[in-house]
C-alpha cells in the first residue's frame, strides 16, 4: 500500500498538526514503510497458529481479592468531623 503526502498532509490538517513539507516527505515514507511491513505480515499463513492473549505468562503480584473487616464502625467513624454514632453526617446539597 502507498500512502501518498497529500494523505499524510490531509491526516495532519485533521489533527491540527502543522507540518512542514520535509516532515510531510518524511512521515509519508515513514508510513509507507510501516504499512508495506504489515502487508508482508500478512501474507504469513497462520491457519495452524491458536492465538494468543499475549505471549508472556502473567502472573498477578496482588492479593486475593477477598471482603474482609479491617476496622470497625467505631474506628471508621471516630476520624469524621460530625457522626451521629452509625453515619457520618454531610452537608444538604440542594
Not at 13 to 31: C, M, N, V
Not at 50 to 75: G, I, N, Q, W
Request: no cysteine; aromatic share 6%; net charge negative.
Amino acid at each position: 500500500m502507498k500512502i501518498s503526502p497529500e494523505e499524510v498532509a490531509k491526516v495532519a490538517s485533521l489533527a491540527r498538526l502543522d507540518l512542514s513539507t520535509e516532515k510531510i516527505e518524511l512521515f509519508a515514507g515513514q508510513l509507507d514503510d510501516i504499512l508495506n511491513y504489515m502487508d508482508k505480515l500478512g501474507e504469513l499463513d497462520t491457519s495452524d497458529v491458536e492465538p494468543l492473549y499475549s505471549p508472556v505468562e502473567h502472573t498477578t503480584v496482588l492479593r486475593a481479592d477477598e471482603p474482609r473487616k479491617d476496622y470497625s464502625r467505631e474506628e471508621v467513624l471516630s476520624n469524621a468531623p460530625e457522626q451521629d454514632g452509625a453515619f457520618f453526617i454531610v452537608p444538604r446539597i440542594v
